[in-house]
């Protein structure tokens, strides 16, 4: 049995789809631009993308019942491969302290709103 849910304090979905999925243990968290939910605006350059991003997924993951501690999986979108290694940083960053999570990254010829940088994630929740 899946439960889709939408986050108050995350971007409305721009499609139709859910922001997340909670099946089999697992929490997944849809693909997730980096604008502000407040405001709207996507910050400049890729390291305020990318921090962006993962407060976006936090949200998200949060109203799943788990935290970025429990992401099993990361898939991640850059519009440029350039990027990679500022975006790690800030990933590496984010994750520290932690088991890392298994990881994609891949260059995506156009991503929405013409973002940098794209990421969804599973998290395993919590007992």
Known sequence: ??????CASA????????????AAGLCFAS?????????GVIPEGITEQTRQVLKNIEAIL???GCSLADVVKM????????????????YAEV?????????TT???ARLPKDSLVVMD??????D
Not at 11 to 22: D, E, I, L, M, R
Not at 121 to 126: D, L, M, V
């Open 1 to 6: 049995m899946k439960e889709a849910f939408n």
């Open 106 to 108: 891949l260059e995506a």
């Open 75 to 90: 898939t991640v979108y850059l519009k440029d491969m350039e990027d990679f290694a500022a975006m790690n940083a800030v």
């Open 11 to 22: 971007v409305p979905p721009q499609g139709p789809y859910s922001h997340g999925n909670k």
């Open 62 to 64: 949060r109203d799943g």
């Open 121 to 126: 994630a599973i998290a395993a929740i919590p």
């Open 95 to 103: 994750f520290a302290g932690t088991l890392y999570p298994t990881r």
């Open 31 to 39: 693909g997730q631009m980096p604008a502000d939910p407040i405001t």
